[in-house]
């Protein structure tokens, strides 16, 4: 591990802050941190506060973070705000919100702009939440925007995700219900105490009555006072609360699970990268990853971005597992990779159904955190999961 990751690992808030500013502004080094702070990603609690403007978000998050310093535990607050258009920072500054946090070293809080990206977060958004997670704190609370019902993008990273509503939106609640809505595992009637708190409970029971599988939980608060945030702290807290963000009655909660890459077992790269060429296909990305003694050539099937890949493995040594393969098996069909939005959550499930893991998470070409499952659990062939990128 390298020097800037291993002051973050021993709890350096400003190495974490440095490291935090790298990665929005894509600093190769700061990257270079991350990924060696991937292996140590896992251990919070990942909590996204959404809902409409005026809502009351970071007067509630201000809360949840009293809160969980209470019970000595450590927070991490990543508040997503508009970009400035003259400067093309946060705008908004939830920091200042949150003041008496502020010298606190059990609390980092992070404004970050959206710097142009809809549906509620930053580019970098995910990457930090990585950061906050090796970095050992117990939560990261990511606040987003406030844009109204196409923040849908934190359900894909929080495993649970806290909707806010308040009294007054009156019909407004069904308007809403395609979007941010469909993404609750929690609800907030936040100013609980104003006129019109028991309709807007009526209307969301009237909407999740339509729906089919577990039901989202509903918690009054008023935020400026602290009603009610301890209760919806034991909300998050909850072993369901999760189980139901991942269940397969709630598929929209599992993410996309989609190919990565086939790998290959060649004997050559030099030898079996023409015949992919041929077929009108380049090589992308090449690099030998140290740990798996082999040499990668990675080939993209298109043109997207996420567009599934040919990765063609060589042994960079007698001893590489890729060897043995070719000397077993031949050249051919090495494993199949799957892309998967929590690699951590993935891990914890199959550990759970007993299916045989054939390495702890750890570092692996283009800098990924990847698994490798037995072929005796998937069916018969080799299966890698990998943390999907950003």
Known sequence: MNAWAQRIRDGDTRALARAATGIENRDPEALEALRELLPFVGHARIVGITGPPGAGKSTLVDGLVTAIRRQAKTAAVLAVDPSSRATGGAILGDRIRMQQHHADPGTFIRSMATRGKGGGLARATADLVRLMDAAGRDYVIIETVGAGQDEIDIAELAQVTVVMLVPGMGDDVQAIKAGIMEVADIFV?????????????????AAMSLGDGPQPAIVRTVATEGTGVPE????????????QA???????????VAIDHLGVAVKSLAGAIPFYESL?????????VTKEKVHVAMLPTGNAGNAPRIELLEPASEDSPISGFLEKRGPGLHHIALRVPDLGTAVDRLRASGARLLNEPRTGAGGLLYVFV?????????????QEST
């Not at 919806?232 to 072993?239: F, G, H, K, N, S």
């Not at 037995?374 to 990998?386: D, M």
């Open 189 to 205: 009637i936040n100013k609980s105490d104003e006129p019109g708190a028991d309709r807007v409970e009526h209307e969301l029971k």
């Open 232 to 243: 919806l702290l034991a909300e998050i807290d909850r072993p369901l609360t999760v189980g």
């Open 374 to 386: 037995h072929p005796a659990s998937t069916g018969g062939v080799l299966l890698e999961l990998i």
């Open 280 to 288: 009108g296909m380049r090589v992308g990305h090449r690099e030998t």
């Open 246 to 256: 991942l269940s397969p009655a709630n598929p929209r909660k599992q993410g996309i």
